[in-house]
């Protein structure tokens, strides 16, 4: 099992950047791919972005795909989402998870067996 905490959020302009951490204890995250999702009021949970256990695989949708960057620190236990040229539509809760079945991470909130509680991220314009 593993624990899963987000950090990093906050309020920024439109244009801005930002850098998400998630820090997971417990089992070592590197038997885990990895993925960010955000929640918009009222609106269904988002993919944002996934990575392999090795880190070398990432995937991204095309609503943030050349603006964010995942990656991880195996020694760290750490999972990090670089989100850049921020935009209103970007405000959400995100939320990093853990999907202990796959190699890959997946699109599929419903692949992943862990998740944490959540960052506010807010795009001013």
């Known amino acids: 099992q593993v624990q899963l905490v987000e950090s990093g959020g906050g309020l920024v302009q439109v244009g801005d950047s930002l850098r998400l951490s998630c820090a997971a204890s417990g089992r070592t995250s590197s038997t885990y791919a990895m993925g960010w999702f955000r929640q918009a009021p009222g609106k269904e949970r988002e993919f944002v972005a996934a990575?392999?256990?090795?880190?070398?695989?990432?995937g991204y949708p095309d609503s943030v795909k050349d603006r964010f960057t995942i990656s991880r620190d195996n020694a760290k236990n750490t999972v990090y989402l670089q989100m850049n040229s921020l935009k209103p539509e970007d405000t959400a809760v995100y939320y990093c998870?853990?999907?202990?079945?796959?190699?890959?991470?997946?699109?599929?909130?419903?692949?992943?067996?862990?998740w944490g509680q959540g960052t506010q991220v807010t795009v001013s314009s």
């Open positions: 990575i392999s256990r090795s880190g070398l695989t990432t």
């Open positions: 998870a853990a999907n202990s079945r796959a190699l890959f991470g997946s699109s599929a909130a419903s692949q992943y067996d862990y």
